[in-house]
């Protein structure tokens, strides 16, 4: 059955700190890997990689993928308050179906 | 110029009812979807359909069927509403092609049966 595992489940951080969130996957089909933010409503998409190796960057985020080990980090730097969210990645497979991970909620201290 | 749109966004009722949820997309997308957020924000897709015909139920109930009058509406109805339907329901779309592309996610409809 296809899975998608994120990790930490949960992370608390303080203001000015790097974090990194871990994306695992067994999926058939493999098509691509995304990468959400979800605050209080819908997830707005951040990334997504279909290439090993190649690094996407948008200001303080940035994504990599590793299609040999099956997996992909996301690391924000100097997190803000703003941060604050449930991160969720999910691996396109085939043409039509997006399998979510249970996603990492990031909280961001002052 | 809302992109996806759900009405409505909140929803309470009484187990045993029926009701329906309505989604409309301006972005020109081909591929719609529904997906079932549960209190612990796991996300599970529930339909595809792709220029109104449906491309994949995943195990959901018949009591849940989806209508696509044309590509840039899919509405949900939900029959019989039990307790453990209670959840967050978010209406998607996405581009077809070759690649995969990403999906753009409406507000969400919260429903609480009671």
């Known amino acids: 059955e296809d899975k998608v595992v994120q990790s930490p489940l949960s992370l608390v951080v303080h203001e000015g700190d790097t974090v990194t969130l871990n994306c695992s996957y067994e999926?058939?089909?493999?098509?691509?890997l995304l990468w959400y933010k979800q605050e209080k409503k819908a997830p707005t998409f951040l990334f997504m990689l279909?290439?090993?190796?190649i690094e996407k960057k948008s200001g303080r985020l940035s994504s990599i993928l590793d299609k040999k080990e099956l997996f992909s980090i996301l690391n924000i730097t100097a997190t803000q308050t703003g941060d604050s969210a449930v991160y969720l990645c999910?691996?396109?497979?085939?043409?039509?179906?997006?399998?979510f991970g249970t996603g990492t909620r990031l909280k961001v201290l002052a | 110029d809302t992109a996806v749109s759900q009405t409505p966004k909140y929803l309470v009722t009484q187990m045993g009812n029926d009701k329906s949820i309505k989604c409309e997309q301006n972005?020109?997308?081909?591929?719609m979807y529904w997906y079932k957020q549960d209190s612990k924000k796991f996300l599970k897709i529930m339909f595809s359909?792709?220029?109104?015909?449906?491309?994949i139920n995943e195990t959901v109930p018949n009591r849940f069927s989806p209508k696509s009058p044309d590509k840039a509406h899919l509405n949900l109805h939900i029959n019989s509403l039990e307790l453990g339907d209670s959840a967050v329901y978010f209406c998607?779309?996405?581009?077809?092609?070759?690649?995969?592309?990403?999906?753009?996610f409406g507000p969400g409809t919260r429903l609480t049966v009671t």
């Open positions: 972005l020109g997308h081909d591929t």
């Open positions: 999926v058939t089909n493999f098509r691509s």
């Open positions: 279909t290439s090993s190796g």
């Open positions: 359909y792709n220029n109104k015909e449906l491309i």
């Open positions: 998607a779309s996405s581009r077809l092609g070759t690649g995969a592309y990403e999906q753009y």
């Open positions: 999910a691996v396109a497979s085939g043409t039509y179906k997006y399998i």
